[in-house]
């Protein structure tokens, strides 16, 4: 005989918010006790929703169940398994086992806390190669720790020679961007005008390690001397120019390669630079100068004319040096013709350019 259900299906539809489905019934989680078929603990299960009549008087039984259901009852066989009672000797020794195991882990949470975090020795270590920013950040700490010591005046510190980009490049070991070293090179300049008296043994050693290894400042030139004839030797070059020129205290006269400077610089441009530093100091009647020049044009021969003779002059009468270098008679001028690139016309120069 069916056995009757009290399970309202409007209680149960309002309990699930949807229409009465058996995926519903499936789907609740079932808490039941132990050795219960599951037919009647799903009754018992929902004995609190109707707790009286139906609302709407309608009933359903074990046939009225969906065959999902039916099969779900029939594989239900086998009663939930109980946990046995422990015994009291069973109980103590897993008692001691939980104290055993809360010490250890008690242990294991001291020595986590007394474990410190590692810091890297250096702050660039998680990068590729930390040379340079290592040299950086030990450059600004020294500049830290000493910029309220008195500073001179740029022109008062004494030059040096820092190491080059390439040099710093071989040194560091990467690739270091032209930008970047001249941070170094602000630093390490801003560190040499601190006053001498005051300077910091922390800081000489830092600064060391950036010379050259070979100062250029401290090679002292041969000094120039006037042999016994009253003469004085200057060398000049210019573009593909050398000139090596001697001058003596007579009338004013030039000769160039044994010609006179109307003959060898038919140009009155040529003939005013290669005199250029006797007229700029006012010295043209007051010396001779014998000339031999090899290579290049007559501009470069020219010019590089200019250069030997204010050696030669700067010799005879060392207090010109000031004048000559504002009449632009003592640096050599470097430029040169920029060459030729193929497709081009000329250096830069490119061909006109054709549709078709």
Same mark, same amino acid.
């Given at each position: 005989?069916?056995?009757?259900?009290?399970?309202?299906?409007?209680?149960?539809?309002?309990? /699930?918010? @949807?229409?009465?489905?058996? &995926?519903?019934?499936?789907?609740?989680?079932?808490?039941?006790?132990?050795?219960?078929?599951?037919?009647?603990r799903?009754?018992?299960?929902?004995?609190?929703?109707?707790?009286?009549?139906?609302?709407?008087?309608?009933?359903?039984?074990?046939? #009225?169940?969906?065959? *999902?259901?039916?099969?779900?009852?029939?594989?239900?066989? +086998?009663?939930? +398994?109980?946990?046995?009672?422990?015994?009291? *000797?069973?109980?103590?020794?897993?008692? +001691?086992?939980?104290?055993?195991?809360?010490?250890?882990?008690?242990?294991?949470?001291?020595?986590?806390?007394?474990?410190?975090?590692?810091? !890297?020795?250096? !702050?660039? /270590?998680?990068?590729?190669? !930390?040379?340079?920013?290592?040299?950086?950040?030990t450059?600004?700490? &020294?500049?830290?720790?000493?910029?309220?010591?008195?500073?001179?005046?740029?022109?008062?510190?004494? $030059?040096?020679?820092? $190491?080059?980009?390439?040099?710093?490049?071989?040194?560091?070991?990467?690739?270091?961007?032209?930008?970047? /070293?001249?941070?170094?090179?602000?630093?390490?300049?801003?560190?040499?005008?601190?006053?001498?008296? &005051?300077?910091?043994?922390?800081?000489?050693?830092?600064?060391?390690? /950036?010379?050259?290894?070979?100062? !250029?400042?401290?090679v =002292?030139?041969?000094?120039?001397?006037?042999?016994?004839?009253?003469?004085?030797?200057?060398?000049?070059?210019?573009?593909?120019?050398?000139?090596?020129?001697?001058? =003596?205290e007579?009338?004013?006269?030039?000769l160039?390669?044994?010609?006179?400077?109307?003959?060898?610089?038919p140009?009155?441009?040529? $003939?005013?630079?290669?005199?250029?530093?006797?007229?700029?100091?006012?010295?043209?009647?007051?010396?001779?100068?014998?000339?031999?020049?090899?290579?290049g044009?007559?501009?470069g021969?020219?010019? @590089?004319? #200019? &250069?030997?003779?204010?050696?030669?002059?700067?010799?005879?009468?060392?207090?010109?040096?000031?004048?000559?270098?504002?009449?632009?008679?003592?640096?050599?001028?470097?430029?040169?013709?920029? $060459?030729?690139?193929?497709?081009?016309?000329?250096?830069?120069?490119m061909?006109?350019? =054709?549709?078709?």
């Amino acid at each position: 005989m069916a056995s009757k259900l009290p399970i309202s299906v409007s209680r149960l539809t309002s309990r /699930y918010k @949807s229409s009465f489905h058996p &995926l519903h019934l499936l789907s609740r989680p079932l808490r039941p006790s132990a050795k219960t078929p599951l037919l009647q603990r799903f009754a018992t299960s929902h004995t609190s929703i109707n707790d009286g009549p139906a609302a709407d008087g309608i009933e359903f039984s074990e046939e #009225t169940l969906t065959p *999902a259901i039916q099969d779900l009852i029939a594989e239900d066989t +086998e009663p939930f +398994e109980t946990a046995e009672p422990q015994s009291s *000797a069973s109980s103590h020794n897993e008692a +001691e086992l939980d104290i055993d195991d809360e010490d250890d882990m008690d242990g294991e949470d001291s020595n986590s806390q007394g474990l410190a975090r590692i810091v !890297p020795a250096s !702050p660039s /270590y998680f990068t590729g190669k !930390p040379h340079f920013t290592d040299d950086l950040l030990t450059l600004q700490d &020294l500049l830290r720790k000493h910029q309220t010591l008195p500073a001179i005046p740029p022109s008062q510190a004494s $030059r040096v020679a820092w $190491r080059t980009l390439p040099q710093y490049r071989v040194m560091a070991g990467e690739p270091v961007r032209a930008s970047k /070293y001249h941070k170094i090179i602000e630093i390490l300049q801003r560190l040499n005008r601190i006053h001498p008296a &005051l300077m910091p043994a922390d800081v000489v050693s830092a600064m060391d390690h /950036y010379r050259r290894d070979v100062d !250029p400042f401290a090679v =002292v030139r041969r000094p120039q001397i006037i042999d016994a004839d009253g003469r004085s030797f200057g060398n000049g070059r210019r573009k593909a120019s050398t000139a090596n020129v001697y001058l =003596v205290e007579g009338e004013g006269e030039v000769l160039v390669n044994g010609r006179s400077l109307v003959r060898a610089f038919p140009r009155l441009h040529d $003939r005013e630079s290669a005199i250029w530093a006797l007229k700029a100091t006012g010295r043209i009647d007051k010396y001779n100068v014998w000339a031999v020049v090899r290579g290049g044009g007559l501009t470069g021969q020219a010019e @590089s004319i #200019t &250069l030997a003779v204010a050696k030669a002059l700067m010799v005879h009468e060392p207090a010109l040096k000031p004048a000559l270098r504002r009449a632009g008679c003592v640096t050599r001028d470097p430029r040169r013709v920029e $060459r030729k690139k193929p497709g081009h016309v000329k250096a830069r120069k490119m061909p006109a350019w =054709v549709k078709r």
